[in-house]
């Protein structure tokens, strides 16, 4: 018995009673095998069935996923963004690493002689831009930080 006469359900064929006596019977199956002749007959194996459900699956996921970014992104965009930037706690402004904020670098040349300098990397001003948020002060979400770069 193959797969396909196996999936027969007695909702859709009533299940035929066949008696050597019983003609009619044999003529109503030989016409109901031309009506549903036309039908295709396949049969798919365990293998066939997961990689169809795979398929589907993949398709789902690579639709469902970039649409989900992009409602995201929308709806965070309507939202106001008040959290404060956490390298310079809402300032907009960090404190310069080479002078540590004093805006003048001390040199120890030896023998005792110190040369005190204007720094150079904040121009003596002690700070510098934040560049997390840019000076806003304001912590970017996780999908503004790709606007910004970082000029060092």
Same mark, same amino acid.
């Given at each position: 018995? *193959? *797969?396909?006469? *196996?999936?027969?359900?007695? +909702?859709?064929?009533?299940? =035929?009673?066949?008696?050597?006596?019983?003609?009619?019977?044999?003529?109503?199956?030989? +016409?109901?095998?031309?009506?549903?002749?036309?039908?295709?007959?396949?049969?798919?194996?365990?293998?066939?069935?997961?990689?169809?459900?795979?398929?589907?699956? *993949?398709?789902?996921?690579? =639709?469902?996923?970039?649409?989900?970014?992009?409602?995201?992104?929308?709806?965070?965009?309507?939202?106001? $963004?008040? #959290?404060?930037?956490?390298?310079?706690?809402?300032?907009?402004? #960090?404190?310069?690493? +080479?002078?540590?904020?004093?805006? $003048?670098?001390?040199?120890?040349?030896?023998?005792?002689?110190?040369?005190?300098?204007?720094?150079? $990397?904040?121009?003596?001003?002690?700070? =510098?831009?934040?560049?997390?948020? #840019?000076?806003?002060?304001?912590?970017?979400?996780?999908?503004?930080?790709?606007?910004?770069?970082?000029?060092?």
């Amino acid at each position: 018995m *193959s *797969s396909a006469t *196996s999936l027969r359900s007695p +909702f859709l064929y009533p299940p =035929l009673k066949l008696s050597s006596s019983s003609s009619s019977q044999l003529h109503s199956l030989s +016409f109901r095998n031309q009506r549903f002749s036309h039908r295709i007959k396949a049969e798919l194996d365990q293998n066939t069935v997961v990689a169809v459900a795979v398929g589907v699956v *993949s398709v789902a996921v690579g =639709l469902g996923i970039p649409i989900f970014y992009e409602t995201q992104i929308d709806s965070a965009a309507k939202r106001e $963004n008040t #959290q404060p930037c956490f390298p310079c706690n809402g300032t907009g402004a #960090q404190s310069c690493r +080479f002078c540590t904020g004093s805006g $003048n670098v001390t040199v120890e040349l030896g023998g005792g002689e110190k040369e005190v300098s204007r720094c150079i $990397n904040c121009d003596g001003a002690g700070a =510098l831009t934040c560049t997390t948020c #840019q000076g806003s002060g304001i912590q970017p979400r996780y999908l503004d930080r790709r606007e910004f770069k970082d000029d060092d």
